[in-house]
T-cell receptor, first 115, second 114 residues
Framework: AQTVTQSQPEMSVQEAETVTLSCTYD???????LFWYKQPPSRQMILVIR??????QNATENRFSVNFQKAAKSFSLKISDSQLGDTAMYFC????????????FGKGTHLIIQP | KAGVTQTPRYLIKTRGQQVTLSCSPI?????VSWYQQTPGQGLQFLFE???????NKGNFPGRFSGRQFSNSRSEMNVSTLELGDSALYLC?????????????FGPGTRLTVL
C-alpha cells in the first residue's frame, strides 16, 4: 500500500508571493503518477498538475510547477505570483500505473492568500 | 462538454436507514470512482466501476456498494447507516484509472446521518 504525507496543514502568504507546498510519498511501485488537486470552498476538486513518474522533466502549468525528486519520493508544488483565487485546500495524490486502489490522497494543505 | 453531476447534493438520513447516491460521468468516460471525504480520515477511495464491472475496491465494509449502468451512470448505496458515514461523497469520472488518466470530480453529495 502507498502513503502520501503532506506535512503543512496550513500556510498563509501575501498575494503575488511564491509559495511551495510539500508532499512526500511511499510506494514500492515503479510505475505511477502523481497529482496536485485544488479544492476551493465550493468543494469542487480541480486538477492542478500531473506528473508521470517515468518522466524526469518536472511538470509545469502556467503559474504552477512541481519539483519531483523520485529518489527522495518528494513531489512539491510551487505556486508563483499567488492570487486570491488560489486560496483553497491542496491535496497531493498518488495512483499506481495500473490504477489499483484509486487515488491515494494526502491530508491536504490549507493555503490562504492574503490581500 | 458537461461536467460530472451528482444527485442529490445534500441528504439527511437517520441511523439504520439506507441511501443511494447517483453520479453521471462526462460523456465518453467509462470509469467512475467514488471517494469519501471526512475531516478525520480525509479522502478515501471506495471503489471504481468500468464498463459496468467493479474493477477496484477500497477498504470499506460491505455496507458500501455500487453499480454502473450501460450508459456509465453509477450509483452508490450505503445500507444500515451509521453516524460515522456522515461525509462528503465525491464521484470522479475518467477514461480509465490506469495510465494516470485525469479524474474529473463532481460537486459531491453531502450526507448527514442523525
Amino acid at each position: 500500500a502507498q502513503t502520501v504525507t503532506q506535512s503543512q496543514p496550513e500556510m498563509s502568504v501575501q498575494e503575488a508571493e511564491t509559495v511551495t507546498l510539500s508532499c512526500t510519498y511511499d510506494t514500492s511501485e515503479s510505475n505511477y503518477y502523481l497529482f496536485w488537486y485544488k479544492q476551493p470552498p465550493s468543494r469542487q476538486m480541480i486538477l492542478v498538475i500531473r506528473q508521470e513518474a517515468y518522466k524526469q522533466q518536472n511538470a509545469t502549468e502556467n503559474r504552477f510547477s512541481v519539483n519531483f525528486q523520485k529518489a527522495a519520493k518528494s513531489f512539491s508544488l510551487k505556486i508563483s505570483d499567488s492570487q486570491l483565487g488560489d486560496t483553497a485546500m491542496y491535496f497531493c495524490a498518488f495512483i499506481p500505473g495500473g490504477g489499483a486502489d484509486g487515488l491515494t490522497f494526502g491530508k491536504g494543505t490549507h493555503l490562504i492568500i492574503q490581500p | 462538454k458537461a461536467g460530472v453531476t451528482q444527485t442529490p447534493r445534500y441528504l439527511i438520513k437517520t441511523r439504520g436507514q439506507q441511501v443511494t447516491l447517483s453520479c453521471s460521468p462526462i460523456s465518453g468516460h467509462r470509469s467512475v470512482s467514488w471517494y469519501q471525504q471526512t475531516p478525520g480520515q480525509g479522502l478515501q477511495f471506495l471503489f471504481e466501476y468500468f464498463s459496468e464491472t467493479q474493477r477496484n475496491k477500497g477498504n470499506f465494509p460491505g455496507r458500501f456498494s455500487g453499480r454502473q449502468f450501460s450508459n456509465s451512470r453509477s450509483e452508490m448505496n450505503v445500507s444500515t447507516l451509521e453516524l460515522g458515514d456522515s461525509a462528503l461523497y465525491l464521484c470522479a469520472s475518467s477514461l480509465r484509472l490506469a495510465d494516470g488518466h485525469e479524474q474529473f470530480f463532481g460537486p459531491g453529495t453531502r450526507l448527514t446521518v442523525l
